[in-house]
């Protein structure tokens, strides 16, 4: 079936719904971005569940010096599993695949993705990719155990053999593939499904973020794929190309990794860079702090992002030192313009508490912790006195906490758009605070106890007892997360089609929310004009219009 | 330790949390340490009281809709350029710092580390003296205080972390690469060191001591490895050690599951 | 149309200049050629657009003052619902099996990729231009 679809203009009666199948062959057909998206975040909340459910046995078993909740060897595929889970099922495609593939096209006042099939193609090769690098739990000899890094040749055949191991490589070529073409996906709706008069300077920040990301998956993505054919060959075909034995390079593994792993971090980071921008712009009611300063500072961090992989490898003493450090250090300052943007947006509004909003501005302050350290690892002495340690652990997951409070600040806003229902405010505060407090006493003391020696990756730690405390203390923590994660699952169920929302709840500024919630088959009935990156509040509030520098209200802009 | 860092750097700048350690860079990479710090306190300290105040004074009282503006060029130019020359500061310090400890002054000492799963081997060469340790029976590296020690490391089988954290330090031994490098301990004692790359099943195990001794102790400590049956003995050891490494089974803590 | 391809342009132009520095100062080529890749991917399409965006008339959404009246018209056609990338996706599935458990798997996975790509040209050509 093919709907020939005309551009909407000024029509105001709704267009002809598409009649098609329903129940689970809807599900099993559907090309509609919106149920794609829909299908996308529901499996990647499931995904961030298990995976935080992986990191709370984790947590369980470091709580005494000589855990014995799990063995060695099940505690080597418990957070290789965690690691896993969060990064590639989780983190990723909840950005790229969830949110980005729901709200992008609304954005941007286009129908549909640019190739709905491949679309929904992506889904099913995350969902089956998924499944894939889980089954390993259920082989013989377990799941995956060698770091979500898959170091070589520890990842080699003679080190772990095994199905466990397979599984995660089959596993992440799917997901890979999977990401690969929602990146072109992407792309192709931002250059050529873009409505009248949406140029390119203004577009939202959140679908220039998106943009953003896509290219550095376009980049990067290949890389890994081609990394891990590299390593399976390695490990069936009798290819030597990461092992001494046969003339390979261990170290060339960790660069293929890390060329993809670090602009890996800033596909995860810049889908949720965009949610919050916008959000905190929505609920200071003012636009976008310098609005082109932040599309450069995005386009700055993306392409800085490639130059600086082997800032993951300064320890091993064969990499360029100077270029790395210099290139790592320079992202902060396109991050801190993102901040100061963040601050300038709120200053002199009017900032309504929402939780969206306060989800935001616990990732403003947990992203900055998280910021300000890496800034530390960018050098490297310091990093070879924290590399490996706790420090390091703290460090990113002060970052990834910070994106899990964005990312849950995008359902709480986004959400009512995409279901039509508004979640409850008040189960949302208090599922902020024990977000944001659990991750402080959670990621805090892991700071210290990594500056006091303590490697990562430890099951066991009975020669330091001192360690012990600073470990409980964030057991602590990551049981206050885990609370507040039950508390959104609460929250879901509490408010199940319980508090209509309406087009437009937040009095949203970009385009998404002038059509209903949720929006109709193909998006819009009709469009406002477009005159600047905020054409829902341009029509709703045609008086207050974004002032150039210098100007007040009233001043005839 | 950390008053002790504060006597020592003859300074009273806080510790944040780190230590200045036992050799001459890990007292540098400190001070590196404390500037960082410093300067990231008052970075995030101003960022933390401006969002405090911009959500506290701006929070919404009504449904006044504010001023829109959007753009104040020389602010934003400011906040770009600030924070490019402090990234210039930091840069410059690092590298002040990174030269001298990836440096590789002239050495009296020379000692081969080898890892391998889950072990360490401490060659000397020149010397008999051979230590091998694997998991909790913990191998001693003996090296002599003021002293530019020279570290050749390599790995075995795979990657693995040389970290003693008394020296603020660390480096991959790596399969088929040699890494090099220089320790100068400034004062006597034995410091924790443990692997710090995962490394397999026992990594969490993988330890070794080191201990830093005068000078005359360090050459009657080689000396004790003088004569064939020592030498012979430590080369039975290692021997012994590696055929193990495949099979053991560590003192503390029971696994329930073993190796896969 | 422009400003694509100056994005694409300029990533490329920045991926060109820092994989050269990279490059010539630390000698490792792993970097160097992935970098020389990425210089690529930013200006294959980067030179695409800017070829076009001289050739094209320009296009609504590139004009500041267009309103959605200018754009009326066709947008394009667009598959309502299709069962092929489901197929696609589970025959990706089992040849990613095959890695795992047996080559033998190959078989029933290949078959359906290439039933799924057979059917999804033929749903295309039914509906017209997709």
């Not at chain 1, 569940?49 to 709580?63: C, D, K, T, W, Y």
């Not at chain 1, 279901?419 to 892991?446: C, D």
């Not at chain 3, 792993?30 to 980067?46: I, N, Q, R, Y």
Request: proline letters at 6%; hydrophobic letters at 50%; a neutral charge.
């Amino acid at each position: 079936m093919v709907d020939v679809l005309e551009r909407p203009a000024t029509r105001n009666e709704p267009p002809p719904e598409a009649h098609g199948p329903t129940g689970l062959l809807k599900w099993l057909t559907t090309t509609d971005h919106k149920v794609i998206g829909l299908s996308y975040t529901v499996t990647a909340v499931i995904m961030m569940v298990i995976g935080g459910a992986f990191a709370e046995i984790i947590r369980a078993q470091l709580a005494t010096p000589n855990g014995t909740l799990v063995s060695l060897a099940q505690f080597n595929e418990l957070f290789t599993m965690h690691g896993s889970v969060m990064i590639y099922l989780f983190a990723g495609p909840f950005a790229f695949g969830a949110l980005a593939n729901i709200i992008v096209p609304i954005q941007i006042g286009a129908p549909d993705m640019a190739f709905p099939r491949l679309n929904a193609l992506s889904y099913w090769l995350y969902l089956t990719g998924s499944i894939t690098m889980l089954s390993g739990f259920f082989t013989a000899g377990g799941a995956a155990n060698f770091g979500w890094v898959g170091y070589a040749p520890l990842s080699n055949s003679l080190n772990t053999p095994g199905a466990g191991a397979d599984l995660w490589i089959g596993g992440l070529l799917l997901t890979g593939f999977s990401a690969i073409f929602t990146g072109v996906n992407l792309v192709a709706t931002i250059f050529y499904l873009r409505a009248p008069g949406m140029t390119m300077f203004r577009m939202p920040i959140f679908t220039w973020n998106m943009l953003v990301t896509a290219i550095l998956i376009l980049l990067a993505f290949p890389v890994l794929t081609a990394g891990l054919i590299m390593l399976y060959a390695d490990r069936h075909f009798g290819t030597h190309i990461f092992s001494v034995a046969g003339g390979g390079v261990p170290v060339l593994w960790q660069h293929i990794f890390w060329f993809w792993g670090h602009p890996e971090v800033y596909i995860l980071a810049l889908p949720f860079f965009g949610m919050v921008t916008e959000i905190i712009a929505v609920f200071s009611r003012k636009p976008v702090f310098g609005y082109k300063g932040m599309v450069f500072a995005t386009i700055s961090i993306a392409a800085l992002s490639l130059g600086v992989w082997a800032h993951h490898m300064f320890t091993t003493g064969v990499v360029l030192l100077p270029f790395f450090s210099a290139m790592s250090l320079l992202i902060a300052v396109p991050t801190g313009i993102k901040i100061f943007n963040w601050i300038g947006t709120m200053w002199r509004g009017e900032v309504w508490f929402s939780t969206a909003m306060m989800m935001s501005l616990g990732f403003l302050v947990t992203f900055l912790i998280g910021g300000l350290t890496g800034v530390y690892l960018a050098s490297p002495p310091l990093d070879f006195f924290t590399h490996d340690t706790y420090f390091v652990v703290a460090h990113f997951h002060s970052v990834v906490m910070a994106l899990v409070m964005a990312a849950m600040a995008g359902l709480y806003y986004w959400g009512p758009k995409i279901t039509g229902y508004l979640l409850n405010e008040k189960i949302g505060r208090v599922q902020f605070w024990f977000l944001f407090v659990g991750t402080q006493v959670f990621t805090l003391p892991l700071y210290l106890v990594g500056l006091r020696g303590m490697p990562r990756r430890m099951a066991v730690y009975p020669h330091d007892p001192q360690w012990q405390f600073l470990n409980d203390l964030s057991s602590v923590g990551a049981v206050l997360i885990g609370i507040s994660t039950l508390l959104f699952v609460a929250n879901l169920v509490y408010s199940w089609k319980k508090y209509p929302a309406g087009a437009n709840p937040w009095d949203g500024q970009t385009l998404e929310w002038f059509t209903t919630s949720p929006p109709p088959h193909h998006n819009f009935y009709r469009l406002p004009p477009i005159r600047s990156e905020r054409p829902t509040w341009d029509y709703n509030h045609p008086e207050h219009r974004a002032l150039p520098h210098g100007r007040r209200n009233g001043d005839g802009a | 330790m950390g008053t002790a860092g504060l006597v020592l750097s003859g300074c009273t700048v806080p510790s944040f949390g780190a230590s200045p350690g036992d050799t001459t860079s890990s007292r540098s990479v400190f001070h590196l340490w404390q500037g960082f710090s410093i300067g990231a306190a008052i970075i995030g300290g101003l960022v933390v009281v401006l969002v405090l105040w911009a959500v506290l004074r701006y929070r919404r009282r009504s449904e006044r809709i504010p001023d829109q503006h959007q753009y104040h060029i020389p602010l934003e130019l400011t906040y770009t350029i600030v924070p490019i020359l402090i990234v210039i500061g930091l840069f410059a310090a690092t590298m002040v710092v990174e030269t001298k400890e990836v440096a590789n002054p002239h050495t009296n000492v020379t000692i081969d580390v080898n890892a391998f799963q889950w072990g360490w081997k401490f060659t000397y060469p020149g010397s008999n003296a051979v230590v091998v340790g694997q998991t909790t029976q913990t191998p001693t590296m003996v090296m002599p205080v003021d002293t530019n020690v020279h570290i050749n490391l390599t790995s075995s089988d795979v990657v693995h972390g040389f970290y003693v954290k008394a020296f603020n330090f660390s480096r991959y031994a790596l399969p088929g690469v040699l890494n090099q490098f220089t320790l100068r301990a400034v004062s006597t004692g034995t410091f924790f060191g443990q692997c710090t790359q995962l490394c397999g099943l026992y990594h969490s195990l993988m330890w070794f001591d080191v201990k830093v001794v005068t000078p005359s102790q360090y050459q009657t400590w080689l000396a004790s490895f003088h004569g064939t049956a020592a030498a012979a003995a430590a080369a039975a050891a290692s021997a012994a050690v590696r055929q193990q490494t495949s099979s053991i089974t560590p003192t503390k803590p029971a696994t329930s599951r073993g190796a896969n | 149309m422009k400003v694509e391809a100056r994005f694409l342009l300029g990533l490329g132009l920045f991926f060109g200049v820092v994989g050269l520095i990279y490059w010539l100062w630390s000698g490792e080529d792993a970097g160097g050629v992935m970098l020389g890749a990425a210089m690529l991917l930013g200006f294959l399409p980067g030179g695409y657009y800017l070829y076009w965006s001289r050739r094209m008339t320009p296009r609504p959404e590139d004009d500041p003052e267009a309103t959605p009246a200018t754009g009326a018209g066709v947008v394009g056609a667009f598959p309502s619902t299709s069962i092929w990338p489901f197929t696609l996706g589970m025959g990706a599935f089992v040849t990613v099996l095959a890695l795992v458990f047996g080559i033998w798997l190959l078989v029933p996975g290949l078959s359906l990729v290439v039933w799924a790509l057979l059917g999804a040209v033929a749903e295309s050509r039914r509906g017209g231009h997709v």
